[in-house]
């Protein structure tokens, strides 16, 4: 049976104009492309996660180290798919930085125009989003699923091993 993209494909459910960069819970589900069990399979009632499921395992730990204000619930890995509820604490991921005192110049004693800023604006970062920690995780996941084909013989896939898509 092949994949139909029409006949599968889910509609987001993201409410629009919602900032998924603000504090919360988030439940996430992210499954394989064309629904392949390659993570492991469940025997006796009990998943038993094969090397590439322990990889996706242990890439959504270090998930908390890559993103400061992101806690980790309860997640689990299943055979074509991965649950999680993912925290972000304390406002935004990434707070902007205000280096600009109100003379132009900035904590490194720089004035603005040395540093091409417009006088009296300080540099910002871009908050971080519920999207792109899950978009830097499945990019992780796949770079190293690609590893594990190519030096451990496991399963081939094409395209994007974790396809964007947050239900």
């Known amino acids: 049976m092949s994949y139909d993209p029409n006949k599968y494909h889910r509609k987001s459910i993201r ?3 919602y900032d998924y960069s603000q504090a919360g819970l988030y439940f ?10 390659l993570f492991g399979e469940i025997i006796d009632g009990e998943m038993i996660l094969n090397d590439s499921g322990k990889m996706v395992y ?3 730990i270090k998930t908390a180290e890559r993103f400061a ?6 997640f689990i890995v299943m055979p074509n798919h991965f649950h999680s509820i993912m925290e972000i604490v304390g406002g935004t991921l990434v707070v902007a930085q205000n280096t600009v ?17 417009p006088q009296g604006i300080a540099p910002t970062t871009k908050p971080k989003t ?8 499945q990019s992780i996941v796949t770079v190293e699923y690609i590893r594990g084909v190519n030096q451990l013989g496991w399963q081939q896939f094409r395209g994007k091993l ?3 898509e947050l239900l």
Do not use: M, R, S, Y
Request: glycine share 12%; charged share 20%.
């Open 58 to 60: 242990n890439e959504w």
């Open 28 to 37: 996430i589900t992210i499954c394989v492309q064309h629904k392949k069990c």
């Open 101 to 117: 005192d109100q003379n132009g110049i900035d904590q490194n004693g720089i004035d603005d125009f040395e540093t091409g800023q």
């Open 130 to 137: 519920v999207g792109d920690i899950v978009g830097a995780f």
């Open 69 to 74: 204000n992101v806690q980790l619930h309860e």
């Open 162 to 164: 974790l396809p964007t």
């Open 15 to 17: 409410l629009k104009g």
